[in-house]
């Protein structure tokens, strides 16, 4: 099957900056849109950004202009640099992406395990 690595996660200061990695694993042809959500405490999880094969991208209105997510498509990795973070950015990140494996005939979506991210104030 497919797996979905994730990192990047920790703990930073109120203004400061992460970059969240994901590398997905297995046995596939292709991979078509990639994303990540975040999931707070007592909330519900929640597009944070997304990004197609070809590059072109989405963001939740809450990360517009702070957030940039980009992807390689030769290492099945995602990326998503973090700037200007604020305390209400602490959640539970997930990698997610659409794959297509070798001999399926449809995409079928997989998550990474999420990885911790906290901002102090």
């Known amino acids: 099957q497919v797996q979905l690595v994730e990192s990047g996660g920790g703990l930073v200061q109120a203004g400061g900056s992460l970059r969240l990695s994901c590398t997905a694993t297995?046995?596939?042809?292709?991979?078509?849109?990639m994303g990540w959500y975040r999931q707070a405490p007592g909330k519900q999880r929640e597009l944070v950004a997304a990004i197609t094969r070809g590059g072109s991208t989405n963001y939740a209105d809450f990360v517009k202009g702070r957030f940039t997510i980009s992807r390689d498509n030769a290492k099945n990795t995602v990326y998503l640099q973090m700037n200007s973070l604020k305390p209400e950015d602490t959640a539970v990140y997930y990698c997610?992406?659409?794959?297509?494996?070798?001999?399926?005939?449809?995409?079928?979506?997989?998550w990474g395990q999420g990885t911790q991210v906290t901002v102090s104030s």
């Open positions: 297995g046995y596939i042809f292709s991979i078509y849109d």
């Open positions: 997610n992406a659409k794959v297509l494996l070798y001999g399926a005939i449809r995409e079928n979506d997989y």
